[in-house]
């Protein structure tokens, strides 16, 4: 926990060291946070906190949870529709898009997981928020 969010954030208690990426323990708390991350970047909230829960045999989470502590501007729900459409959850998809299977876990030993500025960390990365901007905008217009 320490080397995430201190005690700020929840965290489902894994450890991520000795874990590959196969291991949601690790690859989906760096996909909430990859999420999190463009979901505030979007304009959709000043805080936000993304749980995914994952169950032993499928895929894609059982649960996904979104948080804005009142910050919100979009629906809660409405975001974790967003979510599903815009970021592949499985396994796989987390290993690919976030490229966990680069050897980048040791730089993580010196000053933890979470709020790095190096390019190596794809969980950092605000790339989706313009993406989901644009979806929340043409969702919003065929509503009326």
């Given at each position: 926990?320490?080397?995430?969010?201190?005690?700020?954030?929840?965290?489902?208690?894994?450890?991520?060291?000795?874990?590959?990426?196969?291991?949601?323990?690790?690859?989906?708390?760096?996909?909430?946070?990859?999420?999190?991350?463009?979901?505030?970047?979007?304009?959709?909230?000043?805080?936000?906190?993304?749980?995914?829960?994952?169950?032993?045999?499928?895929?894609?989470?059982?649960?996904?949870?979104?948080?804005?502590?009142?910050?919100?501007?979009?629906?809660?729900?409405?975001?974790?529709?967003?979510?599903?459409a815009?970021?592949?959850?499985?396994?796989k998809?987390?290993?690919q898009?976030?490229?966990?299977?680069?050897?980048?876990?040791?730089?993580?030993?010196?000053?933890?997981?979470?709020?790095?500025?190096?390019?190596?960390?794809?969980?950092?990365?605000?790339?989706?928020a313009?993406?989901?901007?644009?979806?929340?905008?043409?969702?919003?217009?065929?509503?009326?």
């Amino acid at each position: 926990i320490v080397d995430t969010y201190g005690g700020m954030g929840r965290h489902g208690g894994g450890a991520f060291s000795g874990k590959d990426p196969t291991k949601v323990d690790r690859s989906a708390a760096y996909m909430a946070r990859y999420v999190a991350k463009n979901l505030v970047a979007a304009g959709f909230a000043k805080r936000c906190e993304v749980q995914l829960a994952y169950a032993i045999g499928v895929a894609e989470p059982v649960s996904i949870n979104v948080n804005t502590f009142g910050t919100g501007v979009v629906d809660e729900e409405r975001m974790v529709e967003l979510v599903r459409a815009h970021f592949p959850l499985t396994p796989k998809g987390m290993i690919q898009h976030l490229q966990l299977r680069r050897p980048i876990y040791r730089a993580t030993a010196a000053f933890g997981h979470f709020g790095r500025t190096e390019d190596s960390f794809a969980w950092e990365k605000t790339d989706k928020a313009e993406s989901l901007r644009e979806d929340a905008r043409i969702t919003a217009a065929a509503r009326g």
